[in-house]
């Protein structure tokens, strides 16, 4: 008799490869970066991004490899699912947006001490990933409107991992919570900027529009392009 | 526990056995009494590549930690050789992981000036899809857009550069990444001589006379050893001994040779470097050139060895459908020539496999196709200048002058992917110090128009070839047959 997890587990595999990834495949262009920093990795881990949108979670999961998007339980927040501490001691990885809501404007806002406390109580790593496009994609309070499928411009969203953070001994979840969030804003931007120009000038390298500001909303609310990039004058105007 | 090479010495019971003949793959019964050199398999992997690569940046031979050679505002370069000679490319690849951990310290001692050079000395340019495989999507989007990643011209370095790279020569720090998979001409070599052959004008590539200015630069040397596993998993049985076959593997092998036989050309690129490798890196190594080489080449040796007694009549060489120089190409008959008689002849530690005045018997279809892209000179050498003569004085004397300055060649070799005007002479010179030295050559299933024009026998199946030559050889030749790939060294005691 299987464990109650696994049969969730099972179950959530087949629901996300026969609809979820399809889906996400044909309507989005995901963009994955290095991922050997996951592939190593052993036991359980915490998975900690930043959030402008509901796909977040279905693009993270599709981003993953395969290995340890079995092992992915849900998300952690505002009391649904899983109590987290339960699916780290059975081995799974959780996945926790730290903002807490989604994103007004697409840019991260501040970050919350749950994740860093869990890390530190349950003596479990943390993996930082920077999601960027998503805003773009599908923003708050819009549903998604289905475009042909693999068409030439879908939008596209980017995942970048971070390497693993381990909580130094004795380190207060405050500071440990700033140094996840440097990690994510970093991955942020790797994409958007280079991975030499984030290793130099950390998240700095990013240079966003001021809050509040309709360039802010119109910078994020256009499908990211990678940095980098010469931009290549087009000849023909679609 | 890794098996070493060994020498099979033929009977009745031996199943035929593989022999590479360019893009068809062969099993050829051979005599009794014959001698079949066998690879050694793969010596272990390390298991965290990374923590490797980071104990050797910490640990040099012969040097400083890498850490302490980078200061702010230097100017640092970093050098890799490129696709040709080389294993056949991986995602990622380890030269890549390599290079990524030195940009890892690089940023932290707060280096801007970061170039990024592909060595590739007279060999072609490596296109934009080899660079991103080769170095992964990080590291060339970070460089490639601002033009600090390039490919060597050997043709802009001069003598107010040194005989090099300008940008190596007005360098603070040069640090050299390579992937070592053997110490034959196939492989871009160790050390110094390493970064005179990869990053040196053509003068000095030609004249071998090492460059002014890698007197005053600071190298910091750094190899991956590679195991034997040079086939990809999916076809990884070719690797092994074929009594050790299972049923699944020889249904695969039917299969391949099926695909080869309808389409040559593609079956061959796809299974030599479109399914990758399956290379596992033994060993990394940093510091000193000269130290770094020695122990590179320790290992490649221990890795390779294979203990043989005497020297054999005749040898027999299979040649793989994708040479060094035809990666992402078509094997010419001149290429297929100096696969067997420049690298395979010479797959050895210190003698020869095959006495002086022997033969080799080599497997290839030798068809007359060239690449215009990756190989022009090549085809006018073929058609114009091997009908006159074949001896590398007169080729010296009277060719290579117009070769080395024709206009047309080297627009091709600096803008688009052709290998340089020299390139057909460097062959042709590396495979007559073989031919010197033996009595007859036979290519065995070999286009008789195209061997006759290289110099050489052409003979049906192995029998005749073994006929062809009784009259230097005798009737009951010592016949040795090198089971490559993987690489195996023939160490002749």
Not at chain 1, 180 to 186: G, M, S
Request: proline share 7%; net charge neutral.
């Amino acid at each position: 008799m299987k464990s109650p997890l696994r049969i969730i587990d099972a179950v959530r595999q087949a629901v996300q490869t026969a609809t979820v990834r399809p889906l996400l495949a044909a309507q989005l262009q995901l963009d994955v970066g290095d991922r050997t920093a996951v592939e190593e990795l052993a036991g359980p881990v915490i998975i900690v991004s930043n959030h402008a949108s509901r796909l977040d979670l279905g693009v993270l999961q599709a981003a993953l490899p395969a290995r340890h998007r079995r092992r992915t339980g849900a998300t952690v927040g505002s009391g649904r699912g899983l109590d987290p501490r339960l699916l780290l001691k059975a081995g799974r990885n959780v996945v926790i947006f730290p903002e807490g809501c989604l994103s007004t404007d697409g840019v991260a806002g501040g970050f919350g001490t749950d994740a860093a406390q869990l890390a530190i109580e349950q003596h479990v790593p943390v993996l930082p990933v920077g999601i960027r496009g998503t805003f773009a994609a599908m923003p708050q309070g819009r549903t998604w409107s289905f475009g042909l499928p693999f068409a030439h411009n879908r939008p596209r969203v980017s995942v970048r991992f971070g390497s693993v953070l381990d909580a130094e001994p004795d380190e207060t979840a405050t500071s440990f919570t700033s140094r996840i969030d440097d990690a994510v804003r970093t991955a942020i931007a790797e994409d958007r900027t280079t991975w030499w120009q984030s290793l130099r000038h950390g998240h700095d390298a990013a240079t966003l529009p001021p809050a509040g500001s309709w360039r802010r909303i119109w910078d994020q609310s256009q499908s990211p392009r990678p940095g980098g990039r010469p931009r290549r004058p087009r000849i023909w105007r679609r | 526990m890794a098996r070493p090479g060994f020498v099979l010495e033929v009977d009745d019971r031996t199943p035929p056995l593989v022999v590479h003949d360019g893009p068809r793959v062969r099993l050829e019964r051979f005599p009794l009494g014959a001698e079949v050199i066998y690879p050694a398999e793969s010596l272990p992997a390390l298991d965290d590549l990374v923590a490797g690569i980071d104990n050797a940046l910490a640990g040099p031979v012969d040097a400083e930690p890498l850490a302490t050679k980078l200061k702010p505002g230097m100017k640092l370069t970093i050098a890799f050789d490129d696709v040709s000679a080389t294993a056949p490319l991986q995602s990622p690849d380890a030269r890549g992981r390599i290079i990524e951990r030195v940009l890892i310290q690089a940023a932290g001692a707060g280096i801007d000036d970061v170039a990024l050079i592909c060595a590739n000395g007279m060999n072609r340019r490596n296109t934009e899809a080899e660079l991103r495989r080769l170095l992964g999507e990080r590291v060339f989007r970070s460089f490639y857009a601002d033009g600090r990643l390039t490919n060597h011209d050997a043709e802009a370095a001069g003598k107010d550069s040194g005989d090099l790279n300008p940008r190596v020569a007005e360098s603070d720090l040069l640090v050299m990444v390579q992937l070592v998979h053997g110490i034959g001409a196939d492989v871009r070599s160790s050390g110094l001589p390493g970064v005179a052959e990869g990053l040196g004008s053509v003068s000095a590539i030609r004249s071998g006379v090492t460059p002014a200015g890698l007197d005053g630069l600071d190298v910091f040397s750094i190899e991956a050893v590679l195991d034997n596993n040079h086939y990809p998993s999916a076809v990884e049985f070719l690797g092994r001994r074929e009594w050790e076959w299972s049923l699944p593997s020889q249904a695969k092998l039917f299969g391949v040779r099926q695909a080869s036989r309808l389409a040559p050309a593609r079956s061959a690129q796809l299974l030599s470097a479109g399914l990758g490798s399956g290379y596992h890196v033994t060993q990394v190594t940093a510091g000193a050139p000269e130290a770094v080489a020695a122990a590179s080449r320790t290992r490649v040796v221990e890795q390779q060895r294979v203990d043989v007694s005497g020297q054999a009549d005749v040898l027999v060489l299979g040649v793989p459908a994708v040479t060094a120089h035809s990666v992402g190409s078509v094997t010419n008959p001149v290429l297929a020539a100096w696969q067997a008689l420049g690298v395979g002849y010479n797959a050895v530690t210190d003698a020869a496999l095959v006495r002086d005045g022997g033969t080799v018997i080599a497997y290839h279809p030798l068809s007359q196709d060239f690449s215009s892209l990756h190989h022009p000179s090549t085809i006018d050498f073929f058609a114009d200048v091997l009908p006159t003569s074949t001896d590398p004085e007169v080729l010296a004397a009277d060719f290579e002058a117009t070769y080395a300055e024709d206009p047309w060649y080297s627009q091709l070799y600096r803008t688009s992917q052709a290998f340089h005007g020299l390139h057909p002479f460097q062959l042709w010179y590396q495979l007559s110090a073989a031919v010197r030295r033996l009595g007859d050559v036979v290519f065995v299933g070999a286009d008789r128009a195209s061997a006759a024009r290289l110099g050489f026998r052409a003979a049906s199946t192995l029998a005749d070839a073994l006929e062809i030559t009784a009259a230097s050889v005798g009737r009951t030749p010592k016949i040795r047959y090198l089971h490559t790939p993987p690489n195996a060294l023939g160490a002749v005691t």
